[in-house]
């Protein structure tokens, strides 16, 4: 952030230039803006400009943003304010980071603690709740994979996979032959696929939901966010569980 009696020049396809003193803000994603006193409305920006160059000699600043052919320069003789401020990302507050005490905020679907700014993801549907993993101090989340399970934030504390293989491994047949469906995990999520691979490559996404029926195909129905579902999703749905629905209704 700086501020200054500046002469702005703003050429694209046309060039503007106005006088005053003003306050240029530079935002994280290099977005700059002029803003004089007349309120919300900036003066002149340029938006995510390609580049951003700050100068000063002491007593003034220039600041020159361009994008393409679009120049934004602002030009301050005599500087009365010059900072640079921390920004972090902003969220839904959910705990303490247990390594440094800052504050953990849900964000983008990942928890970030604002001060080390470490950063942990979130399994596909996943809440933060409020109670606290006994061998690490970070939150608890609750995530359905078939049934609800509360699990440490930190994947290699209580790895979701292990949760899921212990209630759900084995528990279905594969549809294409005599095989269980077993539960494996790849990086962020876990899936099902029959114990024959390779000779079966038959495999199934694992929900982020509650299995509540059996399809007339064999296979478990999961209620998700969408509604429910055959976990084969070619699958029509259109035996017992569709039946239980509409009976519901």
Request: hydrophobic content about 35%; proline content about 7%; overall charge negative.
């Amino acid at each position: 952030m700086l501020a200054g009696d500046c002469e702005v020049t703003d050429r694209g396809d046309r060039t503007r230039t106005h006088r005053g003193r003003v306050v240029v803000l530079i935002k994280p994603d290099d977005t700059t803006l002029v803003h004089d006193a007349d309120g919300y409305q900036p003066v002149a920006w340029l938006t995510r400009p390609e580049s951003v160059v700050v100068e000063g000699d002491g007593d003034g600043f220039t600041v020159t943003a361009r994008d393409g052919s679009r120049r934004l320069r602002v030009v301050a003789a005599e500087a009365t304010a010059s900072r640079v401020l921390p920004v972090t990302e902003a969220g839904v507050p959910v705990g303490t980071c247990p390594d440094d005490g800052g504050p953990l905020v849900r964000s983008r679907g990942d928890v970030v603690c604002l001060d080390c700014e470490e950063r942990r993801g979130l399994p596909a549907g996943a809440s933060v709740t409020d109670a606290t993993c006994d061998d690490c101090g970070l939150p608890k989340i609750r995530v359905e994979r078939g049934e609800p399970f509360h699990l440490c934030l930190d994947p290699g504390c209580d790895p979701m996979a292990e949760a899921v293989s212990d209630r759900f491994d084995g528990v279905w047949d594969c549809p294409d032959c005599d095989g269980d469906l077993r539960v494996r995990s790849a990086p962020g999520r876990v899936y099902l696929g029959c114990e024959n691979y390779p000779d079966c490559e038959t495999t199934f996404s694992f929900p982020a939901g509650v299995v509540v029926d059996e399809c007339d195909c064999g296979l478990p129905v999961f209620e998700t966010a969408a509604g429910l579902g055959c976990l084969d999703g070619a699958c029509a749905l259109d035996g017992r569980a569709a039946r239980n629905e509409a009976d519901a209704e």
